[in-house]
């Protein structure tokens, strides 16, 4: 059965969309494969995974998918550089022990890189934390601080600060609220949800 | 010994041509003993090999013809299972070198004296050439998958290697590209105790009364090696320091606890289905085993011209070709840009896990091999 990006979750979604067909992608951090299959489907992309969870791994084994168990922190190492067009990281940086580093790798063996994260600055979750004096458990963000895997919380403007230190080039740049996209301007405040194709300048 | 009724399926092909070897000899009059399960489809393009342990044999799905027990893999192969002969021509040779029907030490030479250690020393791309030569001979060009768990695994890997375009996918379940130190201790101390058996006769067994030849000497060898496809958690769990049908310990040297008398029984069954000339052949073999000295000593480049589709399984409880081994030939087949799948799967029984019932396993083995 074939893969549909209507079906994708939001983000995901823009990142098919922004996708070159026939192109080379690692999905690192790639769950049960949606993203991939939609990507080998309706792009034909040659596209290649990496996950920690064993039984996901098994799932996308069974859509046809290459996918490695692996850790984003330890295991993008053993990739060649620039081996694919563009290395994946949606929703996963927050989760990562080193993001600086996880970034750097990225764009190592990528040519471009898609990194999507939930905007830990958005209006809700600052209200809430206001309001409460409690860390904000939203829709966007359903765990309780002690329980949630995102040890390495941020906002839109962090991720521009550590991409400028960084020297990373922002290639494009979009922002979800609910289902729908809003504007750059006021992202770090209304964007639930944040995806940027970063480069590395030649 | 069982005494259910002999059920021998198996075909022997015997090569026209002399097989040659990385010993540098060549064999010449080989046989190869084969079953194969599933229909061969018109385009021969459905076939898959599966490749046999250290002392697995070609009875994958029927019955043993010396024990009587069901195949080694019947769980894993067969109509509808996970390896699915519906789907699949599934073809398992016994390894040149073994004694279930394929030439071994203890096949006759063209003397007519049973080979003993005249036998020339072989290696697991020895064994592959003898897979290869009965594909051809069956006409299948290309097939579907290659699959292969320990020993299995390493022919895969060396199929892989060096008969790239004879295979579109290749499944690796516990293995390893190179036996580790440990690997060639542990089948030292198995070679070992078979030739201090006063009745090894330096090979030369083979006309001994019936029933004799170096048996304590192989029973310790099996003994030895069973540990090392068990795990501490597995063992622990079924045997623990249980006593053997009786309340005390007797204060001798008697299989007073559980594990001793499993081993013993492990022991001594094996020899009533094994050579022990072929335990010394296969071991060396495994031993001798390291594909990237074969390709530079750069383990990316034995898969250079490979345009196949991989899957690894590792066990977290084998400590016998850890994950890491398994990694090791992940990292290298990414390194050569190759599709590749890898998972570490949790289960208590050690190596042999693969043998065992893990659903997780049958999932990932169906799901790829479907594709």
Redesign the interface.
């Known amino acids: 059965m074939n893969a549909d990006i209507s079906a994708l979750r939001p983000d995901l979604a823009v990142i098919a969309d922004n996708v070159a067909p026939g192109s080379r992608v690692l999905d690192v951090g790639c769950g049960d494969g949606t993203l991939m299959a939609a990507l080998r489907d309706t792009k034909h992309c040659?596209a290649?995974g990496m996950e920690l969870v064993?039984?996901n791994?098994?799932a996308?084994?069974?859509?046809?998918?290459?996918?490695?168990?692996?850790d984003a922190d330890t295991d993008l190492a053993?990739?060649?550089d620039k081996?694919v067009d563009y290395a994946i990281l949606s929703q996963t940086l927050q989760t990562t022990m080193y993001p600086g580093m996880v970034l750097d790798e990225l764009l190592r063996i990528g040519h471009q890189a898609f990194v999507s994260f939930p905007n830990f600055a958005h209006w809700r979750g600052r209200l809430s934390l206001l309001w409460n004096g409690r860390m904000p458990v939203t829709r966007l963000l359903p765990e309780a601080w002690h329980e949630t895997p995102n040890i390495h919380h941020l906002s839109v403007n962090d991720f521009r600060a550590l991409l400028k230190e960084r020297n990373i080039n922002v290639e494009g740049c979009w922002f979800l609220s609910g289902d729908t996209r809003c504007s750059p301007a006021a992202a770090n405040f209304r964007a639930e949800h944040a995806i940027f194709l970063l480069s590395r300048p030649i | 010994m069982a005494t259910a009724q002999i059920h021998d399926e198996s075909e022997v092909l015997e090569l026209d041509e002399p097989l040659p070897l990385d010993g540098g000899q060549s064999l010449s009059g080989v046989r190869i003993a084969y079953e194969a399960h599933g229909k061969l489809n018109a385009a021969k393009d459905n076939a898959i090999l599966i490749c046999h342990a250290l002392t697995g044999d070609q009875y994958v799905v029927s019955n043993h013809p010396k024990t009587g027990k069901p195949g080694w893999w019947a769980r894993m192969v067969g109509p509808g299972k996970p390896i699915d002969t519906n789907k699949f021509h599934v073809i398992c040779a016994n390894v040149i070198g073994s004694c279930m029907g394929s030439t071994g030490p203890a096949s006759l030479a063209p003397d007519g004296e049973p080979w003993a250690m005249r036998f020339p020393v072989i290696t697991i791309r020895d064994m592959v050439r003898g897979h290869v030569a009965l594909l051809d001979s069956l006409g299948i060009e290309q097939l579907h998958a290659v699959v292969g768990g320990s020993m299995g695994g390493m022919q895969a890997l060396s199929l892989a290697a060096n008969f790239p375009e004879r295979s579109r996918a290749f499944l690796v379940l516990a293995s390893t590209a190179r036996h580790s130190a440990q690997n060639i201790a542990f089948h030292e101390v198995g070679r070992q105790a078979i030739m201090a058996d006063p009745e090894w006769q330096e090979g030369n067994y083979y006309h001994a009364d019936e029933g004799r030849g170096p048996e304590k000497g192989l029973s310790v060898a099996r003994m030895a090696a069973h540990i090392t496809y068990l795990s501490e958690e597995g063992l622990t769990a079924k045997f623990g320091r249980r006593l053997q049908d009786r309340e005390q310990k007797t204060f001798g040297f008697d299989a007073d606890f559980q594990i001793e008398s499993y081993l013993r029984y492990q022991g001594l069954s094996f020899t009533g289905r094994f050579d022990a000339n072929s335990y010394l052949y296969i071991t060396r073999a495994m031993d001798y085993f390291d594909l990237a000295e074969e390709h530079g000593g750069r383990l990316a480049n034995a898969f250079c011209q490979s345009k196949a589709r991989f899957c690894l399984v590792s066990f977290d409880s084998d400590w016998l070709y850890p994950t890491s081994d398994s990694r090791n030939v992940v990292k290298a087949l990414n390194a050569a840009g190759l599709p590749v799948s890898f998972v570490e799967l949790s289960a208590p029984f050690g190596h042999d896990s693969f043998l065992l019932e893990v659903p997780a396993l049958d999932h990932v083995v169906e799901g790829f091999l479907n594709q």
């Open positions: 040659d290649r064993p039984a791994v098994g996308c084994v069974a859509k046809g998918l290459s996918v490695i168990q692996g053993f990739y060649p081996s």
